[in-house]
């Protein structure tokens, strides 16, 4: 079993509350919008780090980090991008991604709306973490942890701060 912390949108700044609620996960995910290389250090000495540049990404993001990531942890196959809509709207290109990499999990950012479902046409679970930072629309900074074993996804906890 694997425990994870997922998050994005952090727009340079990192709520101390994080530390405590992903203390028991094995690795981070971050979805882009990081905003500042400044958070991902900070994630990196805390966790090992899973990570990938959103839109408002500078060229030093850019260069650590890629635009989509496809990995494996336990027997499971993520993909990560940062706009990716969701399932029935998939963002331009999306679809197609998605039926080449057919993976098991497909995480995004962007939205700034936290959402977990299941896409019943291509049997995979999709995730968005919602906004982990101060900048954007959103009322709620929100966070997202969960387990992985083999190809089972559990044990989901969401916290939820008031901006």
């Known amino acids: 079993m694997l425990r994870i912390g997922l998050l994005s ?3 340079g700044s990192v709520h101390p509350r994080l530390f405590d609620f992903f203390k028991d996960c094995d690795e981070i995910w971050h979805a882009g919008d990081i905003g500042d ?3 991902t250090d900070k994630l990196k000495e805390f966790r ?3 990570a990938v ?4 990404d500078g060229n030093i993001i850019r260069s650590e980090f890629p635009s989509d990531v496809v990995f494996t942890r336990e027997d499971s ?3 990560i991008t940062h706009i990716g809509g969701y399932p029935g709207r998939y963002a331009n ?3 197609n991604k998605l039926e080449i990499i057919r ?3 497909f995480i995004c950012g962007h939205s700034h709306i936290l959402k977990v479902m299941f896409d019943q046409k291509r049997k995979i679970l999709f995730m968005n973490p919602g906004a982990a930072g101060n900048s954007g629309f959103h009322n709620k900074i929100t966070l997202i942890r ?3 074993t083999g190809k089972n996804f559990g044990d989901l906890e969401i916290l939820e701060i008031d901006r």
């Open 103 to 105: 993976p098991d999990l």
């Open 53 to 56: 540049y959103g839109n408002i």
């Open 93 to 95: 290109g999306i679809g």
């Open 77 to 79: 196959k993520i993909f």
């Open 9 to 11: 949108d952090t727009h």
């Open 48 to 50: 090992p780090l899973v």
């Open 37 to 39: 290389i400044s958070v």
């Open 146 to 148: 969960f387990s992985i």
